[in-house]
T-cell receptor, first 109, second 116 residues
Framework: QKEVEQNSGPLSVPEGAIASLNCTYSDRVSQSFFWYRQYSGKSPELIMSIYSNGDKEDGRFTAQLNKASQYVSLLIRDSQPSDSATYLCAVKDTDKLIFGTGTRLQVFP | ETGVTQTPRHLVMGMTNKKSLKCEQHLGHNAMYWYKQSAKKPLELMFVYNFKEQTENNSVPSRFSPECPNSSHLFLHLHTLQPEDSALYLC???????????????FGEGSRLTVL
């Protein structure tokens, strides 16, 4: 059974700090990785995808991938209260996604 | 019109009822999905349709019956459900699954189902 592991949190950070969200996965051959954001009572929304080792930056978000360690992370710089949500890590398995349970992030003023 | 629309948003049904969930996408995608989201569990893939053909049935009980009449519409027919089926049912669409953009899913707002 292929798995995606995330700490459920909550991860609490002050406004303006860097939030670091982590994810590990069990399938060594996985090639595509995604971060979704889900606000309470809403549906998931894709915010980042990453396919190659290293960093990928998009605004305040940076995704980091280390395939050797089977580890993907999401950094949120200058965290805002509006970033408070659950962040879902997802890994592509052939033709479908396997999701983690999500990490709840709380950004307090 | 929003990208992916689901109706109804909330549904309460008894174990002997028959109901259906509806999903419609206006994004020009050719793949559609049903996911189940329960508290403290990962999103659980139920069914995948590519170009109206079912390409994935993730060992879902037969009391859930999907229907995909065209690439824009997806239904989930429900009958003889159990209380443990209470959950948020999410529809999503994407470019064809298995392709380079698998993983870039667009979700509807979900249908919150309560089975009494």
């Amino acid at each position: 059974q292929k798995e995606v592991e995330q700490n459920s949190g909550p991860l609490s950070v002050p406004e303006g700090a860097i939030a670091s969200l982590n994810c590990t996965y069990s399938d060594r051959v996985s090639q595509s990785f995604f971060w979704y954001r889900q606000y309470s009572g809403k549906s998931p929304e894709l915010i980042m995808s990453i396919y190659s080792n290293g960093d990928k930056e998009d605004g305040r978000f940076t995704a980091q991938l280390n395939k050797a360690s089977q580890y993907v992370s999401l950094l949120i710089r200058d965290s805002q209260p509006s970033d408070s949500a659950t962040y879902l890590c997802a890994v592509k398995d052939t033709d479908k996604l396997i999701f983690g349970t999500g990490t709840r992030l709380q950004v307090f003023p | 019109e929003t990208g992916v629309t689901q109706t109804p948003r909330h549904l309460v049904m008894g174990m002997t009822n028959k109901k259906s969930l509806k999903c419609e996408q206006h994004l020009g995608h050719n793949a559609m999905y049903w996911y189940k989201q329960s508290a403290k569990k990962p999103l659980e893939l139920m069914f995948v349709y590519n170009f109206k053909e079912q390409t994935e049935n993730n060992s879902v009980p037969s009391r859930f019956s999907p229907e995909c009449p065209n690439s824009s519409h997806l239904f989930l027919h429900l009958h003889t459900l159990q209380p443990e089926d209470s959950a948020l049912y999410l529809c999503a669409s994407s470019h064809p699954s298995g392709g380079s953009r698998t993983g870039e899913l667009f979700f509807g707002e979900g249908s919150r189902l309560t089975v009494l």
